[in-house]
C-alpha cells in the first residue's frame, strides 16, 4: 500500500520569506502527484500536479513542487510567500495503474504567515 | 455552478443516535468520495464509489454506511454514533479515473458528546 509523509507539521514564515514544504511517499510503481490546498475555513482545492514529463511542476499562485522520483519526493516551493498563503497544504499521491483507487493523503503542513 | 454541496455543515448529536450527511454534486462525475480529517491524520477515506449502485470500503468505514442510488447524491451514515466519529467530513468528487483530480464539498463539522 502506498503512504504518504509531510514531516513538517507546522511551519511558521514572515512575508517574503521562501518556502519549502517536504513530501516523501512509499510507493514502488508509477504514480501521480498532488498538492492541495485548504484554506481557513474553507474546501480543499488543488495546488499543482505531476502525472509524467517535466518533472518540475507550476500550479497556481506561484507554487511549483519537484518530482525526484529517486528520492521518492515531490517537495512544494514558493520563493516569497504572503500573508494569504496561511493555510494547511496536503500531499497526495495515487498509483497510476490505471484501478480506480482514491488518493492516499499526507497528514499536512500548517503554514502560518506572519504579516 | 453549485458543485457539491454538504449538508448539515453543523452537526451536534449524541452518542448512539444515527447521523445522516448528505453530499450532492452537479456535474455528473461518477466518482464519489468520503473523507474524514482528523488532527495528525490528515485526511482519511471512509468509502467511495464508482457509479450508482456501486460502493465500496475505503481506509476507515466502520461504523459507516453509504449508499447511491443516484449519481448526484453519496449520504453517509453514522448508524450509531460515538465520540470518535467527531471529526470534519468532506465529501469529493471527481471525474474518471487517471485524472485523480478531487473537487471537494465544503465539510461537515460532526460533534459527538
Known amino acids: 500500500a502506498q503512504s504518504v509523509s509531510q514531516h513538517n507539521h507546522h511551519v511558521i514564515l514572515s512575508e517574503a520569506a521562501s518556502l519549502e514544504l517536504g513530501c516523501n511517499y512509499s510507493?514502488?510503481?508509477?504514480?501521480?502527484l498532488f498538492w492541495y490546498v485548504q484554506y481557513p475555513g474553507q474546501h480543499l482545492q488543488l495546488l499543482l500536479k505531476?502525472?509524467?514529463?517535466?518533472?518540475l511542476v507550476k500550479g497556481i499562485k506561484g507554487f511549483e513542487a519537484e518530482f525526484i522520483k529517486s528520492k521518492f519526493s515531490f517537495n512544494l516551493r514558493k520563493p516569497s510567500v504572503q500573508w494569504s498563503d496561511t493555510a494547511e497544504y496536503f500531499c497526495?499521491?495515487?498509483?497510476?495503474?490505471?484501478?480506480?483507487?482514491?488518493?492516499?493523503f499526507g497528514s499536512g503542513t500548517q503554514l502560518t504567515v506572519l504579516p | 455552478d453549485a458543485g457539491i454541496t454538504q449538508s448539515p455543515r453543523y452537526k451536534i448529536t449524541e452518542t448512539g443516535r444515527q447521523v445522516t450527511l448528505m453530499c450532492h454534486q452537479t456535474?455528473?462525475?461518477?466518482?464519489m468520495f468520503w473523507y474524514r480529517q482528523d488532527l495528525g491524520h490528515g485526511l482519511r477515506l471512509i468509502y467511495y464509489?464508482?457509479?450508482?449502485?456501486?460502493?465500496d470500503k475505503g481506509e476507515v468505514p466502520d461504523g459507516y454506511v453509504v449508499s447511491r442510488s443516484k449519481t448526484e447524491n453519496f449520504p453517509l451514515t453514522l448508524e450509531s454514533a460515538t465520540r470518535s466519529q467527531t471529526s470534519v467530513y468532506f465529501c469529493?468528487?471527481?471525474?474518471?479515473?487517471?485524472?485523480?483530480?478531487?473537487?471537494f464539498g465544503e465539510g461537515s463539522r460532526l460533534t459527538v458528546l
Open positions: 469529493a468528487s471527481r471525474l474518471p479515473p487517471r485524472t485523480g483530480e478531487l473537487f
Open positions: 510507493y514502488g510503481g508509477t504514480v501521480n
Open positions: 505531476y502525472f509524467s514529463g517535466d518533472p
Open positions: 497526495a499521491v495515487t498509483d497510476s495503474s490505471g484501478s480506480a483507487r482514491q488518493l492516499t
Open positions: 456535474w455528473s462525475h461518477s466518482y
Open positions: 464509489s464508482a457509479a450508482a449502485d456501486i460502493t
